[in-house]
């Protein structure tokens, strides 16, 4: 696609549900990088792919966060055991690789909203 | 530790130059970052500056750092009211990974 796509755009949850955030990476991007930006906030890192590998989970919260990126391509965050403080948009972005100094696109965004 | 500081908000009148600022503390950073994020919009890379120059020019944006005191600064000039937005600075540390270090972002209202 023309730019990174991540679906869906919104998702209303209850607490303690798993959901399951998605995002396409532009085509033939091979670094592909997760981040949560809180209300009022800038964006914190959470995870970046190289490839089909997490080269750098540092950021992930906790252990009910976890991420895939199974063929190299898209990529789905995954939530279990939401909790309200949970709640906050989740950007994907993707960059043609991940070293230098590449140019990193960002998706619209997933707004996470748990009640 | 990685951090970056910026202040929240900035007033301006349409037609003059806004400066917005920005501190970071990783003293490794390779690369300096501007974005902008227009309401229900995603991030937007506006510039960028290696970490061995002084100054950017890219038309109406003007990047300065000073890399001994770790601050950055974007200098928009003949600012319009659809550069309202907005504006976050981020750090890219000596790591291979990519990842970035935003800063908290700065609201630049701008007044007709």
């Known amino acids: 696609g023309a730019g990174v796509s991540q679906t869906p755009s919104n998702k209303v949850t209850e607490k303690g549900k798993y959901v399951e955030l998605r995002c396409d990476p532009i085509s033939g991007h091979t670094a592909l990088y997760w981040y949560r930006q809180s209300l009022g906030q800038g964006p914190e890192f959470l995870i970046y792919?190289?490839?089909?590998?997490?080269?750098?989970d540092s950021g992930l919260p906790n252990d009910r966060f976890f991420a895939v990126r199974p063929e190299g391509s898209v990529s789905t965050l995954k939530i279990q055991r939401t909790e309200r403080g949970d709640s906050a948009v989740y950007l994907c972005a993707s960059s043609p690789h991940g070293g230098g100094n590449t140019e990193a696109f960002f998706g619209q965004g997933t707004r996470l909203t748990v009640v | 530790g990685e951090d970056v500081e910026q202040s929240l908000f900035l007033s301006v009148r349409e037609g003059d130059s806004s400066v917005i600022n920005c501190t970071y503390t990783?003293?490794?950073?390779?690369?300096l970052y501007w974005y902008k994020q227009e309401p229900g919009a995603g991030l937007q890379l506006l510039t960028y500056?290696?970490?061995?120059?002084d100054m950017k020019q890219d038309q109406r944006l003007t990047v300065l750092l000073n890399k001994k005191d770790k601050h950055l600064s974007l200098r928009i000039a003949d600012t319009q009211t659809g550069d309202s937005a907005i504006y976050f600075c981020a750090e890219r540390g000596s790591s291979n990974t990519g990842k970035l270090i935003f800063g908290q972002g700065t609201t630049l209202q701008v007044k007709p």
């Open positions: 500056i290696f970490s061995n120059m």
């Open positions: 792919f190289q490839g089909t590998g997490a080269a750098d």
């Open positions: 990783d003293s490794s950073s390779t690369y």
